[in-house]
């Protein structure tokens, strides 16, 4: 139980579908965070919400779109995707130290993407 | 933009053997952490360095905040099994919003 959940693990989308993911933690952080995570390349951050506020969105496309509703859940709404966004999905919340997100993240276990 | 280099990008070893990987970077950071992925799980933060020239063990694991801050390095003595997985290094400088910046990874097979 690593206190943060993520689901579905896998998925499997046509290129004109439309799918959420989701992710719930448990942790009482106040920081949520999407990665995308591909094969032999570093994690790349998508977008970071602090108190469910979005202060981060990496140049990602706009047929990700994320919604945090309150501080515990945090989804990742996708529509007409590309092939090349498969992926591992990686979710991940912190605490704030200070003014900022400290860097001791707790990972969700993923939800591992296809897009067809 | 900040980047991270890691190394070695996979070792193949035998169960008992030391392990030593690296991170550098042209960027100095305030904080170094080593986090492990297990297969079909998410990252799992192992070590968090805060002080240049900081040394810290977790148990068989070793890691150290480079004195230019611009490095780290993570040993594993005496390797088992379990210790298969993939590590990742990162770096946070709080200038950048403390924005965790990533290395590659380095991929840890364990012979047994």
């Known amino acids: 139980e690593t206190g943060v959940t993520q689901t579905p693990r896998h998925l499997v989308m046509g290129m004109t579908n439309k799918k959420s993911l989701k992710c719930e933690q448990h942790?009482?952080?106040?920081?949520m965070y999407w990665y995308k995570q591909s094969a032999k390349k570093p994690l790349e951050l998508m977008f970071v919400?602090?108190?469910?506020?979005?202060?981060e969105n990496n140049s990602v496309p706009s047929r990700f779109s994320p919604e945090c509703p309150n501080s515990s859940h945090l989804f990742l709404h996708l529509h007409t995707l590309q092939p090349e966004d498969s992926a591992l999905y990686l979710c991940?919340?912190?605490?704030?130290?200070?003014?900022?997100?400290?860097?001791?993240?707790?990972f969700g276990e993923g939800s591992r993407l296809t897009v067809l | 933009g900040q980047q991270l280099n890691q190394s070695p990008q996979s070792m193949f070893i035998q169960e008992g053997e030391d392990v030593s990987m690296n991170c550098t970077s042209s960027?100095?950071?305030?904080?170094w952490l080593w986090y492990k992925q297990d297969p079909g799980e998410g990252p799992v933060l192992l070590i968090a360095?805060?002080?240049?020239?900081e040394l810290t063990s977790n148990g068989r694991l070793t890691a150290q905040f480079g004195i230019t801050r611009k490095d780290s390095f993570l040993n594993i003595s005496a390797s088992i099994p379990s210790d298969v997985g993939i590590y990742f290094c990162?770096?946070?400088?709080?200038?950048?919003?403390?924005?965790?910046?990533f290395g590659a990874g380095t991929i840890l097979r364990v012979k047994s």
């Open positions: 991940a919340s912190s605490l704030y130290s200070g003014r900022a997100p400290t860097g001791e993240l707790f």
């Open positions: 990162a770096g946070q400088l709080l200038e950048y919003g403390n924005k965790l910046v």
């Open positions: 960027s100095i950071f305030n904080t």
């Open positions: 360095l805060y002080k240049a020239g």
């Open positions: 942790l009482g952080h106040n920081a």
């Open positions: 919400y602090n108190f469910k506020e979005q202060t």
